[in-house]
């Protein structure tokens, strides 16, 4: 209930790609919301679609069991940006409108945005409308700035390890050079942590410029070392021509550079599904109940985020347009190079 007496009626949207851990942080919510502090809940569908062309379910608290280990989200998603082009005022369309518009119909008290980047910056552009607005942090990337770590990520580092296992097995059987992609546009985290918890030999990620001669020399010396083959685990938005795949592109180049035998994996969207590990499971669900928390002491125009273990706000306003990218100086990096693993960076 809010101080007014008036039964709190809050709404809850997945957008932007989807990852493990989605339902458990719509469970944490809307779970609490409802048990706790006796709000109604509100999914609306499709991401921020939902919300501007008012397409939702009330979510009651027996929809909301059975759905913590499920991969994906009940809600759907989607990569709708209702506010593209308004920034530069040179939008034409009425969508900000219509999402005002679907908050005072439904008396709506607070809308929870589940998302990255590009969400905590719509979520920012509907506070700025005068919305309550609270944004819970997930992502396999774990680039959203003002939190240390998002859900999905422990999950998509788990699946990525567990296939660059597979692949190391195979590596070593033929003696091959394997390079495998993983996902993470700007942001290496991915990479660097499957590839460490996988052994890789050769991480790239886009926060370090890479020298292919610098990773075709440390192949040739593992070649030379007895150990003929190598596990080279490679960023998806490394630097590499737009036209193909940054995995095939630093095969192709390996072939040419070593002449070895060299096979390449594009993890793919096989990173972002299945049920999220207990990890994601447990994050998630801090995060959604907290969220919850903050709606009924009004903590609006903030996200909820982890600094340093302990649960925390950040506002909105501080989150949007900045990414939180893997330093060069990360103490696993600089761990890592002392035992050798070469992130394509070194002198030649
Ligand atoms: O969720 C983040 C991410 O997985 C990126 O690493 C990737 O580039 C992107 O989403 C691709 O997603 P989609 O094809 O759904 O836009």
């Known amino acids: 209930m809010s101080i007014s007496g008036k039964t709190k009626r809050i709404g809850i949207l997945t957008a932007g790609g989807d990852c493990p851990g989605l339902n458990a942080a719509i469970r944490g919510v809307g779970k609490t919301a409802i048990k706790e502090y006796g709000m109604e809940v509100y999914g609306f569908t499709a991401g921020f679609s939902g919300l501007i062309n008012g397409d939702y379910i009330v979510l009651k608290e027996s929809q909301l069991s059975g759905i913590l280990t499920v991969g994906g989200t009940i809600l759907g998603t989607s990569r709708e940006k209702p506010y593209k082009g308004y920034e530069n005022g040179n939008s034409e369309q009425d969508k900000p409108e219509r999402i005002l518009s679907t908050y005072n119909d439904l008396g709506l008290d607070c809308i929870v945005c589940i998302g990255g980047n590009g969400t905590m910056k719509t979520a920012h552009m509907i506070s700025q409308e005068g919305m309550n607005v609270i944004g819970i942090p997930k992502t396999i990337d774990n680039d959203v700035w003002g939190t240390d770590v998002t859900f999905g990520f422990d999950s998509a580092v788990q699946i990525a390890t567990e296939a660059i296992d597979r692949l190391h097995n195979t590596a070593n059987s033929h003696q091959r050079v394997m390079i495998i992609e993983v996902m993470g546009h700007n942001a290496g985290w991915l990479a660097l942590y499957s590839g460490m918890a996988g052994g890789g030999d050769i991480i790239l990620i886009p926060e370090l410029p890479y020298n292919i001669r610098s990773v075709c020399k440390k192949i040739e010396s593992r070649y030379e070392e007895k150990k003929p083959y190598s596990i080279v685990v490679v960023a998806e938005g490394i630097d590499h021509p737009k036209n193909r795949s940054a995995g095939s592109y630093i095969a192709e180049a390996v072939k040419i550079y070593t002449d070895m035998e060299t096979r390449e994996t594009v993890l793919g969207y ?68 002392k035992m050798g693993v070469s992130f394509g960076d070194e002198e030649i």
């Open 270 to 337: 096989t990173q972002r599904g299945g049920s999220p590990t207990p990890g994601d499971r447990i994050l998630a669900t801090r995060y959604g109940a907290f969220a919850a928390q903050c709606i009924a002491e009004g903590c609006y125009g903030t996200m909820v985020a982890i600094d340093k273990g302990e649960l925390t706000t950040v506002p909105l306003s501080e989150v949007g347009n900045k990414l939180r990218l893997v330093d060069p100086d990360n103490t696993l990096i600089l761990k890592a190079r």
